[in-house]
Nanobody, 128 residues
Framework: QVQLVESGGGLVQPGGSLRLSCAVSGFNLDLYAIGWFRQVPGKEREGVSYISSADGVTLYSDSVKGRFTISRDNAKNTVYLQMNSLKFEDSAVYYC?????????????????????WGQGTQVTVSS
């Protein structure tokens, strides 16, 4: 059974940092690309970061580029999202999801329908 579990969210002050984890089970992580998305009430889910399966290519949305870093540890079946210099507008529920290899390499990994399995999300709140 495929399962993704996000953790590491919480309340942080502006300028602070958090590291989110996406623990996967039921499949080999190295066969899938992983995307991080976020969503606030009333808005569409937006792509934040992506890491490919084979060669570890990383991509970021313009809103987080230079502040967030995605990484993966296939041995631990876990993908991380290090978030630094957090802003009020980063507040959202963050989700990780798997992108099957059949979609191939991409420079635009934000198409939600290409993602197969999703975690339940973890809340990030940036507030003073």
């Amino acid at each position: 059974q495929v399962q993704l579990v996000e953790s590491g969210g919480g309340l942080v002050q502006p300028g602070g940092s958090l590291r989110l984890s996406c623990a996967v089970s039921g499949f080999n992580l190295d066969l899938y690309a992983i995307g991080w998305f976020r969503q606030v009430p009333g808005k569409e889910r937006e792509g934040v970061s992506y890491i490919s399966s084979a060669d570890g290519v990383t991509l970021y949305s313009d809103s987080v580029k230079g502040r967030f870093t995605i990484s993966r540890d296939n041995a631990k079946n876990t993908v991380y999202l290090q978030m630094n210099s957090l802003k009020f507008e980063d507040s959202a529920v963050y989700y990780c999801a798997t992108r099957p290899s059949k979609y191939g390499n991409t420079w635009y990994p934000w198409t939600i329908k290409e993602y197969r399995s999703w975690g339940q999300g973890t809340q990030v709140t940036v507030s003073s």
